[in-house]
Nanobody, 126 residues
Framework: VQLVESGGGLVQAGGSLRLSCQAS????????IAWFRQAPGREREGVSC????????RYADSLKGRFTISSDSAKSTVYLQMNSLKPEDTAVYYC????????????????????WGQGTQVTVSS
């Protein structure tokens, strides 16, 4: 499995960014892709996830309404659209994959994810 993130950068508060995670190498179509983020000095935090087989999505409660996860099966890519960005959204954003049956109520726990991308930096200036 290989996960490659892109789309990070510097944006002003209130702006938008779309992150991409190109995913390849899965033996099954039942897997989930999640976005996590980690700010300096803070623990890695689950942002959102999507299950490939049925399109089920989940979000961190604090980010609902601003972030949207989606997928393009033809491109094997998962997107994270981030709107109304705030300085506190500044972090390295990672995508990660897990077997589909594990994408449940505990989707936000990093322990379930066995493959990770290299991360992409998102910086929101005030």
């Amino acid at each position: 499995v290989q996960l490659v993130e892109s789309g990070g950068g510097l944006v002003q508060a209130g702006g938008s960014l779309r992150l991409s995670c190109q995913a390849s190498g899965f033996a099954s179509d039942d897997y989930g892709i999640a976005w996590f983020r980690q700010a300096p000095g803070r623990e890695r935090e689950g942002v959102s996830c999507i299950r490939r087989r049925d399109g089920t999505t989940r979000y961190a409660d604090s980010l609902k309404g601003r972030f949207t996860i989606s997928s393009d099966s033809a491109k094997s890519t998962v997107y994270l659209q981030m709107n109304s960005l705030k300085p506190e959204d500044t972090a390295v954003y990672y995508c990660a994959s897990a077997p589909g049956p594990l994408i449940g109520n505990s989707w936000h726990r990093a322990i379930w994810y066995d493959h990770w991308g290299q991360g992409t930096q998102v910086t929101v200036s005030s």
